[in-house]
């Protein structure tokens, strides 16, 4: 896919599952939280609910935050996460910095493998056009009869996706708003997942991250009409 000189995407995440028997000990944490002085820092917590007894909250981890750069990483007791929400330049810019930190905290975490790699892209895009016109901009798109066809404001979709050329699947969030009578914003939620048993190295998780980019690119080149992609350009 070509790549776009002003892509609508709002938010891009990596993230990578471990064996949950991981121990986010308190010194980790406080490791953790010097690190990442200039971030805000929460706890993440975990309730278990069990039947007839009181709900019970544990320490799971860590959230980090940087509001000037966008930027968030969350290490729990099953995943590590790097997300950001800052202007999207292009993949390498963005996977350098996600891998540099992904591969900086496994090397802290030590899990024996990863067993899920996960890319997801969240694009948000304003469209200047009557909500009734959205087959101009969208190859998919829910359709109603006459009457609803003038009355609906907002719709989601829903859908999952296979890819057996790369073992991997995709879940697809399509939302739609109408803003006003001449304005509606498309939402596009792709997140794209291989499982398996993967070494806890850069090298491994680069190579399943561009597989899970391949993907994403197709799904977006696939939900969009070319109108609608040439106006990234």
Known sequence: MKVLKNPPIIEVLLQINYEPSLDITSEFSTKL?????AFKSEPISQIQIAPNAQPVISA???????????????????????????????????????LDNVS???????????????????????????????GRYLKVYPTFGEVLSNKIENSILQFSSFFSEYDARANII???????????????????FIMGQFKPTREDINIESE??????????KDCLTEVLLASFN
Request: proline share 1%.
């Open 174 to 192: 399509l939302r739609i708003d109408k803003t006003t009578d001449e304005k509606f914003v498309v939402f596009l939620d792709i997140d794209a």
């Open 33 to 37: 939280v010097s690190t990442f002085a």
């Open 211 to 220: 597989k899970l980019r391949a993907i994403k690119n197709v799904i977006f």
């Open 104 to 134: 900086m905290f496994l090397g802290q975490l030590a899990p024996a493998n990863i067993n899920r790699v996960a890319l997801r892209y969240v694009n948000r895009i304003e469209i200047e056009d009557e909500l009734r016109n959205v």
């Open 60 to 98: 799971y981890g860590n959230k980090f935050s940087d509001a000037s750069t966008g930027e968030v990483i969350q290490i729990t007791k099953e995943f590590l996460a790097y997300s950001t929400t800052a202007k999207y330049d292009n993949w390498e810019s963005f996977s350098k910095r996600g």
